[in-house]
């Protein structure tokens, strides 16, 4: 029994950490694809270049979903807790 809520609750935490990592993963991975992209085109290799579009849309990103994410990590929270308190409620 405890196995089995054990292992219930590290797939969820997975599933709930690709949830959160996600979309902000995939944003900064365009743009530095993009911006690399250009900088190729372009033979000007600025680091700054390439760091402060990622440091901007991540942080667009968090100001958008934000809310989302507090959501996820608020109902997993609690269904966590509610199996600590069954699982500790068991014979």
């Known amino acids: 029994m405890i196995e089995t809520a054990t292992a219930m609750a590290m797939r969820e935490a997975l599933w709930v950490a690709l949830q959160l990592a996600g979309p902000p993963l995939l944003l900064v991975l365009a743009i530095g ?41 608020r109902g997993w929270a609690g269904v966590l ?3 600590v308190v069954a699982v500790g409620g068991a014979p």
């Open 33 to 73: 694809l993009t911006v690399s992209l250009i900088q190729a085109l372009t033979q000007i290799q600025e680091a700054t270049l390439a760091f402060l579009p990622k440091l901007a849309a991540m942080v667009g990103i968090l100001v958008v979903l934000g809310p989302f994410m507090g959501g996820v990590l």
């Open 81 to 83: 807790f509610d199996q």
